[in-house]
């Protein structure tokens, strides 16, 4: 699984000729297509063990086309064989034909833009064994940080090779290709008389040999152990202080907020008029920062050949920009921002999120800080359940946690504990940003603090 | 006969649908993979067409069609295995697919091998009898007058309603499972669901209220839903929650409604009695077979083949028929879900529960229709038993972690006073571990149901049926504000 999986300059001229000669068919004189194509390998070990080695060679074609009273079908295939492609065109026609009149996507303004430069060299796929002697050594040395760790029940290594092109009936071609490497490592510790602890952490680069392995088992450990005495926590109201890991995962949760799709659909707590408008703290900023350096996954265009870009999405604690496709930027009289995906109805999803202080309060001195605060707090270091636990269209919350409640000075584990609340006024209730900012592998914050926050416990 | 290792066919492979005329190709893969050390080799094939539908207020808003072939093999050498999914199905393709799966294992390909391959039995055919299923389904136009008369029925029946939605989707699959054991097996699956959803806003009040209706091989199915029935249901729960007040977080007993509110068992329980679950020392349950592990009024079943129940299954994805499995009778635990793989490591024979969302994804021991069996008692004797508690009328998603701690949403969820239902509640997550609630389900009523939904776990997103009667929990924890 080495090489690459396919020539892509290759497959756009292939498929640029395929697709003029079967749209002819149909009369279509507007089309659209996007293509990926990836190589991975990923392994799974048990004790040392190599318990399963994965590997697979995916390609895949999403088709849109326009008939003639400019109705939008699309369809999408893995089969690229000519039959598989022409059963694809002729299905986007037949779907074309339901196509929504009240609302039909066109090509993005900006779909032969130039693109941004991304520095997303390629790296070498170092094959399946050398990742598996990777892992194991990884897992044994995780294993060996402390006699409670027993087990590391949910660890991977992978890497992938992942190609992808947007190209379109009036000459628009784009194309990237993007190496990536991923490290997980989840513990599980358990001691006498105890309940087992479980925690884990989690590492991308873009190729294995710049995986941060050291880092990710440190910090694994470091997670799982600092679990292993833990307390039943009262149910009450705390002041809370939320890991990046925890902020981001929970700003992502509702990025409806920000999403002009969401806001047309009617299912986003923001309207068309709440751009300016106040949302949060003043001292809060948010941005979508897709071409951050240390967003591993970078694309440089969107689905719908949209370039990408870092865009200021709160600033100042009021909404500056929402997230918009070819058709909701249209609707909004703005330009598209490179979130959408491709389809009739192009859906709109963020990047890579950045949260930070806002411009005036850059400077100020921290009043709290998670390490040497001596107020009593609840540190959130990640929360679970967010698919069930997250109602976006109401603004609502309740998630299972893995956190510390801090006394004193003293940071012991909360045993089993949710975290409930309305994002509005978690927004609004933010008391404090710390100064540094730390990157994830899903954006980049500071610890942010909350006031207030409801905190169900078994005590 | 003992095969030998020559040129792979490519002949008839192209062909559409799959059936005998793969034989030859498969047969010289699997001694391919036999020769060069395999203990066990797995070739699964599938072929797939695709329709999604959505419609939001009143228009259809996208048709989303999709394609697509593609095989998933997979090698054993003792306990390991290896596996390569391609969409590939040339010969070539599938030679290299194999090697790869090969390679993992650190196998060879060899000239002459000790180790031989007798040979695929006759094809067991799941589908002579779903041939045409396909072409019975409703078409584009029929679906999209269908979904289009429940959003407008969700309009006329709902209140303060921002947002309407109605979905439907279509699967229809074809799969074929060839084995260096003999197995030979091929099936066509069709999955179909719709799904309607509304939020409700007035001022600062929100709702939002979802239901999903599955079946399993029946290509009427859409033809025979009633549109009325489920856009009034889903109407009345979104209207009474609307103004409803957050719940106060605490210890409580709770009932917990029949149908869609079996995913608390699925979640907490079922997962834990995968064989997947052992082998990864996840489940505080992998040394209690014969052990009381929930309360005696807990009897608990997994099977696949209820009919047109939405995780029902002619074979499953290791070409099985799948088994009726008793997890646990009167609270003393039988039985774990197993697969080829967990046979393997763990001992547990295969119960047909082999299953994997596609081909990129090598089969797991996962659930298919899941519940708990009926009680004696009518649903009222729950609610009346109890003097200060919740009622969970509606269960939203859940998940379980790696500790077997659970938690659940409750859609629509309402207090308990004095034995009797009172205000509706919002914003109820219900928190917990299998091994201390199970022994705390104390009573079944006698109103068993079940429920579509979907399962996402180490093998993908599968269709699965969820279902119990009504049941009693003496206490859990409830989340809240």
């Known amino acids: 699984m080495n090489s690459l999986p396919i020539d892509m300059n290759k497959l756009t001229v292939n498929l640029l000729d395929r697709m003029n000669k079967y749209v002819s068919k149909y009369s279509i004189k507007q089309w659209d297509l996007g293509a990926t194509a990836s190589t991975d390998s990923s392994v799974q070990v048990d004790h040392g063990i190599a318990k399963q080695l994965k590997g697979s060679q995916r390609s895949s074609v999403t088709i849109r086309v326009w008939n003639n009273q400019g109705l939008v079908g699309i369809t999408s295939t893995s089969d690229l064989s000519d039959a598989g492609l022409q059963k694809s065109v002729h299905g986007a026609y037949e779907a074309s034909l339901f196509g929504n009149p009240n609302e039909s996507p066109q090509f993005s303004e900006l779909c032969k833009a130039p693109l941004p430069k991304l520095e997303r060299p390629l790296k070498k796929l170092l094959g399946i064994q050398n990742i598996l002697e990777i892992l194991i050594e990884a897992e044994s040395s995780l294993l060996s940080t402390h006699k409670s760790i027993s087990s590391v029940p949910y660890n991977g290594i992978s890497e992938s090779n992942y190609q992808r092109i947007y190209i379109n009936s009036e000459g628009a071609n784009r194309s990237l290709n993007n190496t990536q490497a991923s490290l997980y490592l989840y513990a599980r510790a358990e001691e006498l008389r105890k309940k087992p602890r479980s925690s884990g952490s989690v590492r991308l680069a873009l190729g294995v040999e710049d995986l941060d392995i050291d880092g990710c088992i440190l910090e694994a450990s470091k997670r799982t152990i600092s679990h292993l005495n833990y307390i039943p926590i009262r149910t009450d109201k705390y002041l809370v202080c939320f890991t990046p890991e925890a902020i981001l995962e929970l700003i992502s949760s509702f990025s409806s907020m920000f999403n002009a799709r969401a806001v047309i659909d009617g299912v986003s707590l923001s309207e068309r008029d709440s751009i300016g408008k106040k949302i949060s703290s003043p001292i809060f900023s948010l941005c979508d920062n897709a071409l951050h350096p240390s967003n591993i996954g970078a694309t440089s265009f969107d689905g719908e050949g949209t370039p990408t870009q870092n865009i200021t999405i709160i600033e100042s604690g009021r909404i500056k920009n929402f997230l918009h496709s070819e058709a909701t930027a249209r609707s909004f009289g703005v330009k598209p921002t490179g979130h959408a995906g491709m389809g009739a109805k192009a859906s709109v999803s963020p990047d890579w999120f950045e949260i930070g202080r806002s411009k005036e309060h850059k400077n100020k001195t921290n009043n709290l800080n998670h390490r040497n605060s001596n107020e009593e707090f609840v540190l959130i270091e990640s929360l679970n359940a967010l698919h069930s636990g997250v109602k976006a269209s109401q603004g609502s919350f309740s998630l299972p946690f893995d956190g510390w409640l801090v006394r004193n000075g003293e940071t012991i584990s909360i045993e089993a504990a949710t975290v409930a609340g309305d994002i509005i006024q978690v927004l609004n209730n933010i008391v404090e940003i710390e100064m540094d900012s730390i990157v994830t592998h899903s954006g980049i914050s500071p610890h942010v603090w909350v006031d207030g926050l409801s905190i169900t416990g078994e005590a | ?481």
């Open chain 2, 1 to 481: 006969m003992v095969l030998f290792i020559e040129k792979i066919p490519e002949k008839d492979v192209a062909l559409d649908s799959f059936g005998c005329h793969w034989q030859t190709t498969l047969e010289s893969l699997l001694a391919r993979g036999r020769s060069a050390g395999a203990d066990f080799v797995e070739i699964f094939l599938e072929n797939v067409d695709h329709l999604g539908l959505l419609a939001e207020q009143d228009s259809i808003t996208s048709v989303s069609p999709s394609f697509g072939k593609g095989a998933g093999i997979r090698v054993f050498l003792g306990k390991r295995d290896g596996f390569v999914s391609t969409n590939d199905l040339s010969a070539n393709g599938l030679s290299e697919a194999l090697d790869k799966a090969l390679g993992m294992l650190s196998l060879q390909v060899q000239d002459s091998s000790l180790f031989s391959f007798e040979g695929l039995g006759d094809l067991t055919d799941f589908s002579t009898q779903k041939k045409l299923w396909l072409e019975n389904c409703p078409k584009l136009k029929e679906a999209t007058q269908t979904i289009l008369l429940a959003t407008d029925l969700l309009d006329k029946k709902g209140k303060h309603l921002q947002a309407r939605r109605g979905s439907y989707s279509r699967i229809w699959q074809e799969v074929l499972v060839a084995a260096s054991d003999g197995t030979f097996s091929k099936d066509i699956r069709l999955h179909q669901s719709i799904g309607v959803n509304v939020l409700a806003a007035d001022r600062e009040f929100r709702s939002s209220i979802g239901r999903r209706y599955g079946s399993s091989d029946r290509p009427n199915d859409l033809r025979e839903w009633d549109p009325d029935l489920s856009t009034r249901e889903v109407c009345e729960s979104a209207d009474k929650m609307l103004y409803a007040d957050y719940v106060e977080a605490g210890q409580l007993p709770a009932v917990l409604a029949n149908k869609f509110g079996g995913v608390i068992f699925h979640e907490a329980c079922g997962h834990l009695l995968e064989t997947t679950q052992i082998e990864r020392g996840t489940t505080p349950f992998s040394e209690k077979i014969d052990h009381q592990i929930a309360n005696t009024a807990v009897t608990a079943i997994d099977e696949g083949s209820t009919d047109g129940a939405f995780g029902s299954l002619s074979m499953d994805d290791e070409g099985m028929k799948p088994q009726k499995t008793i997890l646990i009778k009167n609270g003393v635990l039988k039985s774990f879900l197993s697969d080829r793989a967990g046979e393997l490591r763990t001992g547990h024979p295969r119960t047909g529960s082999g299953r994997r969302q596609s081909h990129t994804f090598a089969a797991a021991s996962r659930m298919r229709n899941t519940y708990i069996a009926p009680g004696k008692y009518n649903p009222e004797d729950l609610i009346s038993s109890i003097d200060n508690g919740l009622y969970c009328k509606s269960m939203g998603g859940g998940s379980v972690g790696p500790t077997g701690q659970f938690n659940f949403a409750v859609e629509e969820g309402y207090l308990i006073k004095n034995g009797e239902l009172s205000k509706p509640v919002k914003g109820a997550t219900l928190i917990g571990e299998a091994k201390e609630i199970m022994p705390r389900i104390s009573m079944c009523a006698n109103d068993l149901d079940l429920a579509a939904g979907y399962c996402g776990s180490v093998s993908g997103n599968i269709n699965v049926t969820v279902g119990q009667p009504h049941i009693k929990v003496d206490s859990i924890t409830v989340g809240g504000r």
